[in-house]
C-alpha cells in the first residue's frame, strides 16, 4: 500500500501559475504509473497527466503545452506544475498511484484549486 498526500491547491487568478506536490510513502520507483486526476462538482474524475516509471508521460488535451509533471524519485514526490491558468481548470485535484494489473490503485486525500478573477 501507498499513501499520498497532495499539497500545493489554492486561489489563483486565470494566467497564474501553480505547482502541486504528490508525496508518497514509499519509493515511487515501484509503481508503473503515477498521475495527477481532477474533478470538478457534477463532473466525472479525469486524467490530467501521468508519467510512467520509464518517464513516459501524457496529457489530456485540454493541458497540453500548459501543465508539466514530474517527479523526483530521491523525495519520492510527483509535481504537476500548472501555467497559464484558466477558470476551467477549477477542480479538486488528486494523485493516483496505479502499480498495474487490476488494482485500482491509490488514491491521494485532494488539493482544492480555484482559478478566478
Known amino acids: 500500500q501507498v499513501q499520498l498526500v497532495e499539497s500545493g491547491g489554492g486561489l489563483v487568478q486565470p494566467g497564474g501559475s501553480l505547482r502541486l506536490s504528490c508525496a508518497a510513502s514509499g519509493s515511487i520507483l515501484s509503481i508503473y504509473r503515477m498521475g495527477w486526476y481532477r474533478q470538478a462538482p457534477g463532473k466525472q474524475r479525469e486524467l490530467v497527466a501521468a508519467i510512467r516509471s520509464g518517464g513516459t508521460t501524457n496529457y489530456a488535451a485540454s493541458v497540453k503545452g500548459r501543465f508539466t509533471i514530474s517527479r523526483d524519485n530521491a523525495k519520492n514526490t510527483v509535481y504537476l506544475q500548472m501555467n497559464s491558468l484558466k477558470p476551467e481548470d477549477t477542480a479538486v485535484y488528486y494523485c493516483?498511484?496505479?502499480?498495474?494489473?487490476?488494482?485500482?490503485?491509490?488514491w491521494g486525500q485532494g488539493t482544492q484549486v480555484t482559478v478566478s478573477s
Open positions: 493516483n498511484a496505479f502499480p498495474g494489473g487490476s488494482s485500482g490503485g491509490y
